[in-house]
């Protein structure tokens, strides 16, 4: 498979004219570049993920301006949450509660380059806003980083306008520090899982109020983020076939025995967990995507690949693919320009995806369309 600096696009305009979408990209990173980009760009539409408190603004602000071109996903990145308080009151001091978000305990000299943190409420409130402006909003980027170390700098990790020609860099997901060279420049230091988890949670709240779909990012953490899903859904699981007969002959004799289920299910609320679930770059085990796309799950769970990550996992790439059921499967640039690059990198992973699936590729590309499509619109469509 291609690496990310020799991913080209030589796929034909009739091919790109099907309509290839990216189901996870971070183009307001370079906010100038987008606008021309979108000019010459064959890509149908791009899924564009915030991640962080300054970038909400701009999603929403490039969806105004190209609504046919942009679905927008508002959302707070793992990487970021340590920059949020949880807590009602503010917390004593920025030192305080960094000392509480971040482990091992950073010293004061490390702590005096973080800024003063942020109500996690206050960023509900945001989110809450541009989900309700934004129809067809996803709530994203959200998740959970085991692995994730915060840069020595103490700054955040901004690749904003950058000078370096116009596709000069690195993914965002892979400057993160994921790479040994990276190693140097980061810090031991770490946002505790339990804070991670809590923002994480109130966020798939404001998604199953809304009954938004979500992108979620996962690094060290599928146990994890499954366990949470299924605590979610605990009590909604859809029934097996067996046991919806031996129901069905037991309510002839029994007549009104309501079980905690049935009760869910006619309560006019919403259930308390997202519809649609992307996991965004999908890393983990092949024998998880069985769990995740199980019939008892009552949501459906898609699988995004994007070129860059996901190359990384090599053969395995192969096997976790060839597991993902065809109507789950999503593509992704998971990149921070608009331009060819970009194009480029969704281009190679259609071509890798309908390689391992043994699809031609006009086939495989009105899978992956009707696959976006379900899973943004949360409808089925025919052509
Ligand atoms: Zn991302």
Known sequence: ??????????????????????????????????????????????????????????????TVKHPDRIIPSFGYHPWFTHLLYTTTLPPESKYSHYRAVLVPEPPEQF???LPEPVSLSSFIEILTENIERHKYALVGEIGIDRSFRLPN???????????????????????????????????????????????????LCVAAKYQRPVSV???????????????LWMGYSIPSRRQQKRETEEQRFVVCEVEDEAEHLASSDPPPFPPRICLHSYSGPPDQIRLWTSRKVPAAVYFSFSLVINSRYGEKLRQVLSAVPDDRLLVESDFHVAGKTMQALLAEIVKFICEVKGWELEQGVRILGKNWRRFVYGIDDFD
Not at 10 to 17: A, G
Not at 33 to 39: I, N, S
Not at 176 to 187: F, I, N, Q, V, Y
Request: hydrophobic share 40%; proline share 3%; with cysteine.
């Open 153 to 203: 700098s103490g700054e955040l990790i901004s690749f904003e306008e950058s000078d370096t020609g116009d596709d000069a860099g690195d993914s965002s997901e892979g400057v993160a520090g994921h790479s040994p060279s990276d190693a140097k420049r980061l810090s031991p230091y770490k946002v505790t899982l339990e804070h991670q988890i809590a923002v994480l949670l109130a966020q």
């Open 1 to 62: 498979m291609v690496d990310f600096d020799s991913a080209k696009d030589d796929l034909p305009r009739s091919i790109w004219q099907l309509g290839i979408y990216d189901a996870h990209c971070h183009p307001t990173d370079n906010y100038k570049k987008l606008a021309k980009a979108l000019d010459i760009l064959d890509i149908a539409k791009l899924t564009v993920m915030a991640t962080r408190l300054d970038d909400q603004v701009r999603v929403h602000d490039a």
């Open 217 to 231: 990012h996962g690094v060290q953490a599928h146990g994890i983020l499954y366990a949470i899903f299924s605590e």
């Open 111 to 113: 702590l005096e380059l």
